[in-house]
């Protein structure tokens, strides 16, 4: 397991196994699009795509992520992947990105809306800027650039669209902006699989519990302690980028073909069971005392 305080120290051999099980060529002649595809998630389903054969295009905001990684995953692949410098934010952006695409593949058979992030905060200090931020990014930004590759792509040629979100079903404190946008995303997901079902696209989202990524490196030093982290997560381990990576690759291969329009949580459990927010005691609250007759057996 290597350093236990090193979140990026959760790569398993399960996680490699599960990289493989997904087959080499099953996505040969297609085109991927990773947002966020220089780091973590991305950068783990951009080489898991790659290795089932598509050609590869990733974008996010900064040179200095993308670059480097679209050269070093085209070093391992043995063939040329596009970087793009996208913010999702910026619809220009987002209309350079898909024509860029065409213009280098010429389709864009699969596209992973990755890219996004938020900051821990309690819900009475989130700024405007800080929500519109989030919700620019993890909602606005999503739907933006699934409208452009629909319209210059997929309504006519069909596709896959995956949809990154985070374990929205209890909500998320500590995170009212992003989870309010996820969960927006997951609604609009379900949405566009029936409006856009007879064009031959599926949307789904994959929402990830506890991942041991690069997105660890964006929260405080001391945020989060991980030995508490996996306490909540009924299988005792963080999650792995390939792991979630692989998820992506099934739901965008053959093998995927007959899901549309739903929500794939992987977290070891963890939805299901413990929590991260305690709940402060308050002195308002009123113990609840059932009458006695509700619960006495005869
Ligand atoms: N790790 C977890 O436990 C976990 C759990 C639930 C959900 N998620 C979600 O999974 C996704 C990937 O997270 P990760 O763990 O791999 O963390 P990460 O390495 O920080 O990935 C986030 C990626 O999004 C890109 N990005 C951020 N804002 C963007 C924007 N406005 N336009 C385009 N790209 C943007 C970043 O690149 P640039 O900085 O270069 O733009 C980065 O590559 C995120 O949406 C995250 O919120 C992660």
């Not at 590869?56 to 793009?84: D, F, H």
């Not at 934010?89 to 699969?110: C, K, N």
Request: net charge neutral; proline share 5%.
């Amino acid at each position: 397991m290597g350093d236990a305080r090193d979140p990026l120290a959760g790569r398993t051999e399960a996680a490699r196994a599960a990289a493989a099980v997904l087959a080499p060529g099953s996505l040969a002649g297609k085109v991927a699009l990773v947002t966020g595809g220089g780091t973590g998630i991305g950068a783990a389903t951009a080489r898991q795509l790659g290795r089932m054969g598509a050609e590869l295009v990733i974008a996010s905001r900064k040179a200095s992520n993308i670059e480097p990684a679209a050269r070093g995953l085209g070093e391992e692949l043995g063939r040329s992947v596009l970087g793009v410098v996208c913010d999702v934010r910026d619809r220009a952006a987002i209309d350079t990105l898909v024509e860029a695409t065409l213009a280098r593949f010429g389709r864009i058979d699969v596209l992973v809306n990755n890219g996004g992030g938020q900051f821990l905060t309690p819900a009475e200090a989130i700024t405007p800027r800080g929500w519109e931020a989030v919700v620019a990014t993890n909602l606005t930004g999503q739907w933006a650039l699934t409208q452009a590759v629909a319209n210059r792509w997929m309504l006519e040629h069909g596709g896959a669209i995956v949809n990154v979100t985070m374990l929205s079903h209890r909500g998320f404190p500590g995170m009212a902006h992003s989870v309010a946008a996820r969960a927006g995303v997951e609604a609009l997901t379900r949405t566009l699989a029936v409006e856009w079902a007879s064009r031959g696209v599926r949307l789904n989202c994959v929402a990830p519990g506890l991942i041991a990524s690069s997105g660890f490196r964006n929260y405080p030093e001391g945020a989060f302690v991980l030995d508490e982290l996996r306490s909540r997560v009924p299988l005792k381990r963080l999650g792995t980028a390939e792991e979630i990576a692989a998820t992506i690759g099934f739901l965008v291969s053959p093998a995927g073909a007959y899901f549309t329009g739903q929500v794939l949580t992987c977290d070891g459990g963890q939805s299901l069971w413990g929590d991260m927010w305690v709940v402060p005691d308050s002195p308002a609250a009123e113990p609840v005392v059932l009458p006695h007759e509700w619960w006495e057996l005869p």
